[in-house]
């Protein structure tokens, strides 16, 4: 298969795929080209944007194909929704489970977002919310604000 993206990406791809195919999810070239797109990018991408990267990296997809692959990787919890941007990012915890539902730090100036995977915090938060009697609706929790470097500006 010839390269599409750097190396490291690549390498983080083969990594997704072995995690796919061990819960018999296929991580097929199209799912592949848009995670590969999202990697890569490294924030926050909107569904009409990675229709002009696909198409930049030689394949482009139209906005149906985009969201029913969005949809996968989000069910396999390799990408998480900012709907704070109506925006998709690629997970930045690897090894994480599909059901973990991180902390989604999102910049308003750089749109930046940091994931935090903390289970004593998550725990605590969504334990609290059961409590009272509060049914969450599942995905990440955003907070929105400014970014360390945007804040020291
Ligand atoms: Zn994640
Ligand atoms: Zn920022």
């Known amino acids: 298969m010839v390269s599409t993206y750097s190396m490291s990406v690549e390498q983080t791809l083969d990594r997704l795929a072995g995690r796919c195919s061990a819960k018999g999810a296929q991580l097929t070239e199209l799912r592949r080209l848009v995670m590969g797109s999202l990697l890569t990018a490294g924030k926050p991408v909107k569904a009409y944007d990675l229709v002009e990267e696909t ?54 100036d750089c749109q930046s977002t940091t994931e935090i995977n903390d289970p004593d915090l998550g725990g605590a938060f969504f334990n609290r919310l059961a409590s009272l009697g509060f049914k969450t609706a599942g995905g990440s929790i955003e907070v929105r604000g400014q970014c360390p470097a945007c804040a020291g500006k």
Do not use: M, W
């Not at 030689?58 to 029913?68: A, E, F, K, N, V």
């Not at 969005?70 to 690897?94: I, M, R, W």
């Open 55 to 108: 198409g930049r990296a030689g394949r482009r997809l139209t906005p149906s194909t985009i969201y029913r692959v969005l949809d996968f990787l989000q069910e396999n919890g390799l990408v998480h929704k900012v709907n704070a941007l109506n925006a998709y990012v690629a997970c930045t915890d690897h090894g994480g489970h599909s059901e973990h539902r991180p902390l989604l730090l999102v910049c308003r």
